[in-house]
């Protein structure tokens, strides 16, 4: 993924963290307008696409399994709305076959890895879901099986850890505060694309959009209310919390007490890509722009929730 400035030149551009591959390449980076109009922040962690000579060659099947893995190409997605609703983005640039940034650090399957084996938490709580295959590393994909060729050595998930986990989640958190603290109230967006859903019954169409806000305890329901009222007004096919309600990213980032306040967005891959699911399409660009829409008028609810919230500390 080469990363490109999305705003004017004087914009704010910050990259940390590395790709473990002994070059320069950063595990994320983030761009920000210097004076955000919204205090809105758009992280995308699934959609990197730097794999390393070392991660390819150690893939059964490197083609199948890194587009699985991928939120394909919805980094695009969320440029064309970071730079449509003036707010900023945070972009994994390490893929998700690397590491999962939606993961706890100790949702790790440890029969996948060797050495130390005497740290090994088998039966925690914390690896129940890394244990069906899709933990901190991935191991297996559903009707493909076994994504390595070997298991991966305990100083190598450390490496990735230090480096990719604990600095993207550190900026995050930090830069939430600062954006919170500017304006008394700050919302994360965390969006993700999804396979195709199958229609249930009742339903009039299949949703091609999923608004997680782990079930009300994340995000302030004033904006999860805004959010599918907009996009129904557009058209748009929505559902709440089934099957995504979130993950870990809104676990550590939200606090509602604190003014901040978190969404989860799945957006169905047939909206934006092709038929294959692989390219952009030309659909790309009205989802970008009605996201966008919503995304500022989640913006200045929020705001509105700042102001609030320091008027009442200002009364107490």
Not at 7 to 28: I, K
Not at 53 to 70: Q, V
Not at 206 to 234: M, N, Q, W, Y
Request: aromatic share 6%; proline share 6%.
């Amino acid at each position: 993924m080469g990363f490109r400035n999305l705003f004017s030149a004087d914009s704010r551009q910050v990259t940390g963290g590395s790709v473990c591959d002994g070059s320069d390449s950063p595990a994320f980076a983030y761009f920000a307008p210097r004076s955000m109009p919204l205090p809105v922040l758009i992280a995308v962690p699934h959609a990197g696409r730097h794999y390393t000579s070392a991660i390819l060659a150690e893939m059964r099947d490197p083609d199948a399994c890194t587009l699985r893995l991928e939120d394909r190409c919805v980094d695009l997605l969320g440029e064309e709305i970071a730079r449509q609703a003036g707010t900023s983005l945070l972009l994994a640039n390490a893929p998700r076959a690397m590491l999962d940034l939606n993961r706890a650090r100790d949702d790790v399957d440890w029969d996948m890895i060797s050495g130390r084996e005497q740290h090994r938490p088998r039966h925690s709580q914390a690896n129940r879901r890394a244990r069906s295959g899709l933990g901190l590393i991935p191991r297996r994909l559903p009707g493909f099986g076994e994504i390595w060729r070997k298991p991966l050595p305990q100083a190598e998930l450390d490496a990735r850890i230090d480096n990719i986990h604990r600095p993207y989640h550190a900026f995050l958190a930090k830069e939430l505060e600062r954006i919170r603290d500017s304006w008394g109230a700050a919302l994360l967006i965390d969006l993700h694309s999804m396979p195709p859903l199958r229609r249930r019954p009742g339903q009039y169409r299949a949703p091609e959009i999923v608004i997680g806000d782990r079930f009300g305890a994340s995000c302030d329901g004033e904006l999860v209310t805004a959010a599918f009222r907009h996009l129904e007004k557009e058209g748009r096919a929505v559902a709440h919390n089934r099957p995504y309600s979130g993950g870990y990213v809104l676990d550590r980032h939200s606090s509602i007490q604190r003014g901040l306040h978190a969404i989860q967005i799945e957006v169905c891959r047939s909206a934006y890509l092709d038929n294959a699911l692989v390219e952009p399409s030309e659909k790309l660009a009205p989802l970008a722009q009605s996201l966008a829409r919503m995304v500022r008028e989640l913006g200045a609810a929020t705001a509105r929730m700042g102001d609030n919230s320091q008027l009442a500390q200002a009364a107490e």
